[in-house]
Nanobody, 125 residues
Framework: QVQLVESGGGLVQTGGSLRLSCAAS????????TGWFRQAPGKEREFVAA????????YYADSMKGRFAITRDSVWNTVYLQMNTLKPEDTAVYYC??????????????????WGQGTQVTVSS
């Protein structure tokens, strides 16, 4: 069973930056999409960003465009989420996920069949 391992979360002040990493335990693991989602206390898990593994096409939630950037390292099978100009409302647990089934919609949590354990991001005001 492939595992996704996130790292890079932490505490940062408003306006600061963090880079999250998501590494697959199997470097040969293939997915259609690898995405980042987040969940704040009392809220539903929401889509943040995704990248198609074949073409490197990137997708973002509207509120993250221009602040967040998702990239991938095909050699190490790792996906990164660079987060800039962080705001207190970005505070959440961030999850990495991979969709390996055909026809997956990158925005839908239920289309992702592999999930990481999550990493906490806290932005102080």
């Amino acid at each position: 069973q492939v595992q996704l391992v996130e790292s890079g979360g932490g505490l940062v002040q408003t306006g600061g930056s963090l880079r999250l990493s998501c590494a697959a335990s199997d470097r040969t693991f293939n997915s259609y999409f690898t995405g980042w989602f987040r969940q704040a206390p009392g809220k539903e898990r929401e889509f943040v960003a995704a990248i198609s593994w074949s073409y490197g096409t990137t997708y973002y939630a509207d509120s993250m465009k221009g602040r967040f950037a998702i990239t991938r390292d095909s050699v190490w099978n790792t996906v990164y989420l660079q987060m800039n100009t962080l705001k207190p409302e970005d505070t959440a647990v961030y999850y990495c996920a991979a969709a390996t089934k055909g026809g997956a919609d990158y925005r839908r949590t239920y289309d992702y069949n592999y999930w990481g354990q999550g990493t906490q991001v806290t932005v102080s005001s």
